[in-house]
């Protein structure tokens, strides 16, 4: 580290209020505004790792105010305006990252200091080698680094965007919102061309007349004629199957007493237009025929060669039934065969 020079060069713009991470020097060739000679970064990357390296505190390089710390003479008031905790390349330039002190903060906010000057070393053929820290000053002199911590270049910028995009230039969320939905949507059309295969001033066009009359794929078609008779077949399986679902409500409901002669026409139109609203009605319907009567005439009629009439019992659950006195007769005659033949 000998012969190396130690200079101070303020930044020529004011800085944020207050900010955590500023610029702190340029990165490769540079010149101050007093022309001292010309100055070179090269190798930030170890500038970086040797300025904390050999800082005096440990792993903090300090942020005065006038570099008073750095006087040739000493300061008898080296009170830190800030601690930079990190630096970092960022294209053209070393950022640092900084914790201010109460004082420092209060300095920029009341704009007691508006700029910022690296402390760093160098060889004779002005080779950058080592960053001290900073201090906070008044009397600029890194051109290069105007950009730095102005809001005023930021705020003429926000306005050009946001006039473009016509959105107020103090909603800086909206406008960076708005950007990114936009690149999305840049996206997605790039993605579009490229599925469509077309390019040139008219791709948009191209693309839109192919979702209006997109060209026939023989592949995804089929003749009309086969079509129909597929839409037939369907139609008649599913008249099938809701014809078998039908049927089998309807003979629940007669299982159930619930459904008699007289009720049949109406309940197998409302079953067949509305399966779901005739089982339905079934659930809550009364039982009109109490089964088990019949069934108990049925257990208690004699054997066929001795049944020659029925009994007024018998009659009341025929009438019941809706069924003539002689079918009703006959039935019981052939159910009392059949179990005579059982035995």
Same mark, same amino acid.
């Given at each position: 580290?000998?012969?190396?020079?130690?200079?101070?060069?303020?930044?020529?713009?004011?800085?944020?209020?207050?900010?955590?991470?500023?610029?702190?020097?340029?990165?490769?060739?540079?010149?101050?505004?007093?022309?001292?000679?010309?100055?070179?970064?090269?190798?930030?990357?170890?500038?970086?790792?040797?300025?904390?390296?050999?800082?005096?505190?440990?792993?903090?390089?300090?942020?005065?105010?006038?570099?008073?710390?750095?006087?040739?003479?000493?300061?008898?008031?080296?009170?830190?305006?800030?601690?930079?905790?990190?630096?970092?390349?960022?294209?053209?330039?070393?950022?640092?990252?900084?914790?201010?002190?109460?004082?420092?903060?209060?300095?920029?906010?009341?704009?007691?200091?508006?700029?910022?000057?690296?402390?760093?070393?160098?060889?004779?053929?002005?080779?950058?080698?080592?960053?001290?820290?900073?201090?906070?000053?008044?009397?600029?002199?890194?051109?290069?680094?105007?950009?730095?911590?102005?809001?005023?270049?930021?705020?003429?910028?926000?306005?050009? /965007?946001?006039?473009?995009?016509?959105?107020? @230039?103090?909603?800086? !969320?909206?406008?960076?919102?708005? #950007?990114?939905? $936009?690149? %999305?949507?840049?996206?997605?059309?790039?993605?579009?061309?490229?599925?469509?295969?077309?390019?040139?001033?008219?791709?948009?066009?191209?693309?839109?007349?192919?979702?209006?009359?997109?060209?026939?794929?023989?592949?995804?078609?089929?003749?009309?004629?086969?079509?129909?008779?597929?839409?037939?077949?369907?139609?008649?399986?599913?008249?099938?199957?809701?014809?078998?679902?039908?049927?089998?409500?309807?003979?629940?409901?007669?299982?159930?007493?619930?459904?008699?002669?007289?009720?049949?026409?109406?309940?197998?139109?409302?079953?067949?237009?509305?399966?779901?609203?005739?089982?339905?009605?079934?659930?809550?319907?009364?039982?009109? /025929?109490?089964?088990?009567?019949?069934?108990? @005439?049925?257990?208690? !009629?004699?054997?066929?060669?001795? #049944?020659?009439? $029925?009994? %007024?019992?018998?009659?009341?659950?025929?009438?019941?039934?809706?069924?003539?006195?002689?079918?009703?007769?006959?039935?019981?005659?052939?159910?009392?065969?059949?179990?005579?033949?059982?035995?």
């Amino acid at each position: 580290m000998t012969n190396l020079v130690r200079n101070t060069c303020a930044m020529t713009a004011p800085l944020p209020s207050p900010a955590e991470r500023i610029e702190l020097i340029p990165v490769g060739a540079f010149r101050t505004a007093d022309n001292r000679q010309d100055f070179r970064l090269d190798d930030p990357t170890a500038v970086i790792a040797d300025s904390f390296r050999l800082a005096a505190g440990g792993k903090l390089l300090p942020i005065d105010f006038d570099h008073r710390t750095f006087a040739d003479q000493g300061s008898a008031d080296s009170r830190a305006a800030g601690w930079i905790t990190a630096l970092e390349v960022e294209g053209d330039r070393i950022m640092a990252s900084v914790e201010w002190t109460a004082e420092g903060r209060q300095a920029l906010e009341g704009r007691a200091y508006r700029f910022v000057s690296p402390v760093f070393r160098n060889r004779p053929d002005g080779q950058v080698v080592l960053i001290e820290g900073a201090g906070l000053v008044n009397n600029p002199a890194l051109p290069q680094l105007r950009q730095l911590a102005s809001k005023e270049p930021q705020m003429d910028l926000a306005k050009e /965007v946001g006039g473009k995009l016509g959105l107020p @230039a103090d909603q800086p !969320a909206q406008i960076v919102a708005r #950007i990114v939905t $936009l690149l %999305s949507a840049e996206t997605q059309l790039t993605s579009i061309l490229a599925a469509a295969k077309v390019s040139g001033d008219d791709a948009t066009r191209q693309v839109c007349a192919r979702l209006i009359a997109p060209a026939a794929d023989p592949a995804q078609f089929v003749p009309k004629v086969s079509f129909d008779e597929l839409q037939t077949q369907f139609a008649s399986l599913q008249k099938t199957v809701t014809d078998g679902k039908v049927e089998a409500a309807l003979e629940a409901a007669r299982a159930a007493g619930k459904l008699t002669p007289d009720l049949e026409s109406w309940a197998t139109q409302l079953a067949s237009k509305d399966l779901a609203e005739f089982q339905a009605w079934e659930k809550v319907a009364p039982v009109r /025929v109490d089964l088990s009567r019949r069934q108990q @005439a049925h257990r208690q !009629a004699p054997p066929a060669t001795e #049944i020659t009439e $029925l009994t %007024s019992e018998q009659r009341q659950v025929a009438a019941q039934l809706g069924i003539p006195a002689d079918r009703f007769l006959a039935s019981l005659k052939a159910d009392a065969k059949e179990k005579e033949e059982a035995r």
